[in-house]
């Protein structure tokens, strides 16, 4: 059974009231970690007990700041909440990572402190996971065993601090306690299954030439998973769920088409849930949002990609990668046979549907080109993306630029530019449906297979 720790307000706040601990006595610690190896020195083996009494807050609770505190025998993470809160820790391995799921909650951190690199956290996320679910996800330098959180009540102008100390451990025992707590397992399945069901309200299915048609609008990242982090502070997350709002809009502008969204909130959805969301809407095409990054800082251009087993070429591969990492950067990857970094592989019938969603690249990139900047080598590109699998749905993935180039940084965090993309994107759409007489079919792609 996978081991994991509930996390509650425990009776330690009773006993550093009674102590006197932040109340100005000259004797008392005068550093939250001299208060934090005290109190764990006096009681060694805190019990958890109820929160205390309290009337409920009105709004979510804040989470206020976040610090990493590196010493030789350990890396201490601690958060400052506004109100008592129930959190839970787990481990997941394959990359190592320390779990702290919590109810949702508001965000307050300012740039919240980067690890120095020396101790045994590497980096950490926070956000929405699921409706009502927030958490951190802490990637980890060398694999640690997590001690029972410790929560200090507010003193000194701070809030409830929640402490939680990671002890490096070898990478065998950190395996044997690492895993999906059973619970939660069972409801990431729940909500696969349920993203595969038809819509409650159904809609059109599958259309014919010159029915109504279907488009399914995928903005990438959300909630805990922020994507890339722009050069202006603009994140990929926002950007995108932005623009897939706008051209919703755009599209459904035009009464022969159904539109729908993965996501039309910051919240994350995970790889899989996308494709069957595509699927279960019965879509005629599905576009999928994202913003690139390069560590070449003059690269730029909007590119789209199609699907492929390997890649167009290694930049793309390389790509599909990060992206197909999405769930295990939130901390969903429940591994086994459905793994999203398991190699896609492509039947014939799937490359029918591979043909529809080049033709539909092609004509995208005619359409952009007159509201953005194209990446001008080779913009039409294949990889082997989770997001772009559906094998009965043509799908492309359109990076919108380079989050890294000051350049397209800043005209993407423009209403005009993503208002100009959300219309071009529509028209390539309106294209791509036309009947045959009123369009001449665009090249295929690079697909080779």
């Avoid at 350990?74 to 787990?90: A, G, W, Y």
């Avoid at 929405?128 to 507010?154: M, T």
Wanted: proline share 8%; hydrophobic share 40%.
């Amino acid at each position: 059974m996978p081991k994991f720790r509930v996390v509650a307000i425990v009776a330690l706040l009773c006993v550093l009231a009674g102590a006197g601990y932040g109340q100005g006595d000259a004797a008392s610690p005068q550093s939250v970690d001299d208060i934090i190896a005290k109190v764990l020195h006096d009681n060694p083996a805190p019990t958890s007990a109820s929160k205390p009494r309290a009337s409920a807050p009105a709004a979510q609770p804040v989470v206020m700041s976040a610090r990493i505190g590196e010493h030789s025998d350990r890396t201490r993470f601690v958060v400052e909440l506004s109100d008592p809160l129930n959190m839970r820790t787990f481990t997941l391995n394959n990359p190592n990572r320390v779990v702290i799921d919590m109810p949702a909650v508001q965000w307050h951190l300012d740039g919240p402190p980067r690890p120095t690199g020396h101790g045994s956290i590497r980096s950490y996320r926070y956000g929405l996971f699921r409706p009502g679910n927030s958490r951190f996800v802490i990637d980890l330098n060398q694999p640690v065993s997590v001690s029972d959180a410790l929560v200090l009540p507010p003193a000194g102008g701070l809030g409830y601090r929640v402490v939680i100390d990671l002890f490096p451990t070898t990478q065998a025992k950190f395996d044997q306690s690492a895993g999906w707590p059973a619970d939660l397992r069972a409801r990431e399945a729940t909500a696969e299954r349920v993203a595969a069901l038809p819509p409650i309200i159904p809609g059109p299915k599958r259309s014919e030439s010159g029915a109504r048609k279907t488009i399914v609008i995928d903005p990438g990242h959300g909630g805990i998973d922020s994507g890339t982090n722009g050069v202006n502070g603009l994140l990929e997350r926002d950007l995108v769920l932005d623009e897939g709002l706008r051209l919703a809009r755009a599209l459904r502008r035009n009464p022969d088409y159904t539109v729908y969204m993965t996501r039309d909130t910051d919240i994350f959805i995970p790889l899989r849930e996308r494709v069957n969301i595509g699927r279960a809407h019965h879509a005629d095409l599905f576009i999928s949002l994202h913003a690139d990054s390069n560590p070449g800082a003059d690269v730029s251009g909007l590119s789209i990609y199609t699907l492929s087993e390997s890649g167009s070429d290694k930049e793309a591969a390389a790509l599909a990668r990060k992206e197909n990492q999405s769930d295990i950067i939130a901390g969903v990857d429940l591994g086994g046979e459905n793994s999203t970094v398991a190699p896609i592989l492509i039947d014939l019938e799937q490359r029918d549907t591979m043909n529809k969603s080049s033709r539909f690249a092609q004509t995208a990139l005619a359409s952009l080109s007159h509201a953005t900047d194209i990446l001008p080598r080779q913009p039409h590109r294949s990889a082997a993306f989770v997001v772009l699998k559906a094998p009965d749905v043509p799908s492309v993935l359109i990076e919108l630029g380079y989050l890294s180039n000051a350049s397209d940084a800043d005209q993407m965090n423009t209403a005009q530019w993503r208002n100009g993309v959300a219309d071009a994107i529509a028209a390539a759409v309106e294209r791509h449906f036309a009947p045959a007489t009123a369009a001449s079919p665009a090249p295929p792609g690079p697909v080779s297979e």
